[in-house]
């Protein structure tokens, strides 16, 4: 099936630094969304995109959806302690009913006080 | 005040048994669904059901059976379990049948199911 190709897989950084993570795909996808998963949870969603080029912030987050719908990046600007955990960066191809939210790998994120 | 709940949190089991998982959502949501998260984190579809209608069902083996009673609830029974099914196993549900921001997935803590 399709898959997201997301990177880096893991990252560890001092608290204060800024984060950047993002996913690429063969195929065209019409949303991008980003989603949080934190240990013994599931993921909770951080972000949703639905237009091309779509710049979106949620506090200290950021994200876009590529002019091409091909790629997604997401910013954590000022990381703190509790931004510990495995992003996972989701999209769907279609809009018709059925349609699958495909999952990229995920990238596990520590941050060092 | 739960959003989507699944039980048990942790389920060991020795291989040959049969054990179901349940899913209770209280979001009010048509759809829910059953992922499989692997020991690398991947998380991947396995089922989909929209007001009690199965709507997805990837390649996942027979021995999965997913049962619906009602729209708020999605119960996954599995048979004859081998070693690997070892996994989380994730509940979610979402507003509408099309998954997305508008309408976007809202999980449950997920089910660490270990079969020995």
């Known amino acids: 099936g399709q898959q997201l190709n997301q990177s880096p897989q893991s990252m560890f950084i001092q608290e204060g630094e800024d984060v950047s993570m993002n996913c690429t795909s063969s195929?065209?996808?019409?949303?991008w969304l980003w989603y949080k998963q934190d240990p013994g949870e599931g993921p909770v969603l951080l972000i949703a995109?639905?237009?091309?080029?779509e710049l979106t912030s949620n506090g200290r987050l950021t994200a876009q959806f590529g002019i091409t719908r091909k790629d997604s990046f997401l910013n954590i600007s000022a990381s703190i302690p509790s931004d510990v955990g495995i992003y996972f960066c989701?999209?769907?191809?279609?809009?018709?009913?059925?349609?699958?939210?495909?999952f990229g790998e995920g990238t596990q994120l520590t941050v060092n006080p | 005040d739960t959003a989507v709940s699944q039980t048990p949190k942790y389920l060991v089991t020795q291989m040959g048994n049969d054990k179901s998982i349940k899913c209770e959502q209280n979001?009010?949501?048509?759809?829910m669904y059953w992922y499989k998260q692997d020991s690398k984190k991947f998380l991947k579809i396995m089922f989909s059901?929209?007001?009690?209608?199965?709507?997805i069902n990837e390649t996942v083996p027979n021995r999965f059976s997913p049962k619906s009673p009602d729209k708020a609830h999605l119960n996954l029974h599995i048979n004859s379990l081998e070693l690997g099914d070892s996994a989380v196993y994730f509940c979610?549900?979402?507003?509408?049948?099309?998954?997305?921001?508008?309408?976007?997935?809202?999980f449950g803590n997920g089910t660490r199911l270990t079969v020995t």
């Open positions: 979610a549900s979402s507003l509408v049948v099309l998954p997305g921001g508008n309408s976007p997935l809202h």
């Open positions: 195929s065209i996808f019409n949303t």
């Open positions: 995109l639905y237009k091309a080029g």
């Open positions: 989701a999209g769907t191809l279609g809009e018709t009913s059925g349609s699958r939210l495909t």
């Open positions: 979001l009010g949501h048509d759809t």
């Open positions: 059901y929209n007001n009690k209608e199965l709507i």
